[in-house]
């Protein structure tokens, strides 16, 4: 009969990359060390871009060495990173398990805002998304979401950018950041932290396509500006766009949104951003602006108006500018600010979530190339 081995298995090592500045302490704390060691740590890892414990020189031998034995620091992989003509950068970003994700940076006059993803794929399969249409493969941990970060304000650092790399982000990429909501928050924390990158709350922005639920809990645990993908103006239209409507109807989700607008009102003038899809045909007609007009009334709210961004087998269109222009005048005229957001990054890829569909699309490709090669079904003499 097999022996069993009475000792204590190994623990595994701790990814020290996307703890908290508090969590950080804690850990220093449990392996016996001083928790204000945490300070020069994440000033290291997010000020200083240092990954290699051993060239944090401020540390002694003696707890570099430690940390080394029972932690480690670990980020994705960068697989490919686009510059667009108008200066808009994508990054596809691998996680150890191969899952990949999409991370955008668009400049903006003095302003450079970082559209960070927050899980591979969603569930929530809105009809016009083309992340949704990947389906849902799993949440990202806090590394995977502070990682990107990392990476693009690293390569951007790289490119001698004058200022801060990022001065705003919009946790706006591929998935729906309310459905992984302790990862999402944390990253948030080192977004936030001024030992990490300092950025501002209000600068910060985390959009969800309506879980009622967590906007309430987002509004107890940090202050962050809120965007509502709202897409339709009555039930029947949102139940068809985004499926989760179903589920938490118009009238719950723009309660949820006032509750957050009135709980910060006082302080910070809170108001929040309605994003709205225009679909040719679908709603962007004078009666959709009509009944925006009407559902909206009631709420402190800003309207950004986003053209679809169209790919293949969407089955929709994008209207003219014609068109979108007249949806906003309408807006407009009865007194809500809307703004329209210009496509950016056309020549390196379109819609969130497209660039990492073709990279994928390509790693099939050649699969199948290869496997016909290797079958001899195909002649590469030439
Ligand atoms: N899941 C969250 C955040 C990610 S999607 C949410 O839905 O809010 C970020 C924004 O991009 C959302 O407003 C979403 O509706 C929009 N979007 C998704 N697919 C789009 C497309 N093909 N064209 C234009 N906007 C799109
Ligand atoms: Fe998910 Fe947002 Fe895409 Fe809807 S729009 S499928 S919630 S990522």
Not at 334 to 355: H, K, N, S
């Amino acid at each position: 009969m097999a022996q069993i081995d009475p000792r204590p298995t190994s623990v595994d090592p701790v990814n020290l990359f996307g703890l908290s500045r508090s969590e950080l302490s804690e850990f220093l704390a449990s392996i016996g060390e001083k928790s204000f060691r945490a300070k020069q740590l994440f000033k290291w890892i997010y000020q200083l871009d240092e990954l290699d414990i051993d060239a944090m020189t401020d540390l002694s031998k003696a707890l570099r060495a430690k940390l080394q034995s029972v932690a480690h620091i670990s980020l994705p992989d960068i697989v490919l990173h686009k510059i667009a003509s108008d200066g808009t950068q994508k990054w596809i970003m691998k996680m150890a398990d191969g899952a990949m994700v999409e991370t955008v940076m668009i400049p903006e006059g003095d302003r450079r805002t970082l559209c960070v993803s927050s899980q591979v794929g969603c569930v929530l399969d809105c009809s016009f998304c083309s992340t949704g249409k990947q389906g849902f493969q799993r949440d990202l941990d806090r590394s995977e979401i502070i990682g990107q970060m990392w990476l693009a304000a690293h390569a951007l650092k790289s490119q001698k950018i004058n200022g801060k790399p990022i001065t705003n982000v919009v946790m706006m990429g591929m998935g729906e950041p309310l459905l992984n909501y302790g990862n999402v928050i944390s990253a948030l924390d080192i977004m936030k932290d001024d030992m990490g990158y300092g950025v501002s709350r209000r600068r910060l922005t985390v959009s969800t396509s309506g879980v009622v639920p967590m906007i309430d809990q987002l509004s107890n645990d940090i202050d962050v500006s809120l965007a509502l993908s709202l897409h339709a103006p009555n039930d029947e239209l949102r139940d068809e766009l985004v499926p989760l409507n179903k589920k938490y109807n118009l009238d719950e989700v723009l309660a949820a949104c006032k509750r957050y607008v009135d709980k910060h009102e006082s302080v910070s003038h809170r108001s929040i951003v309605i994003e709205y899809v225009l679909l040719k045909g679908v709603n962007d007609q004078p009666e959709h602006a009509q009944q925006l007009v009407t559902r909206l009334k009631d709420l402190r709210c800003k309207i950004n108006l986003i053209p679809f961004n169209p790919f293949p087998h969407s089955g929709y269109q994008t209207p003219s500018g014609i068109h979108v222009r007249k949806f906003q005048d309408r807006l407009i005229k009865a007194g809500f600010t809307t703004t329209v957001r210009t496509t950016r990054g056309d020549d390196i890829d379109a819609a969130c979530g497209q660039l990492v569909g073709e990279v994928k699309d390509k790693t099939k490709r050649n699969a199948r190339w290869t496997e016909r090669i290797k079958t001899q079904q195909i002649d590469t003499s030439e």
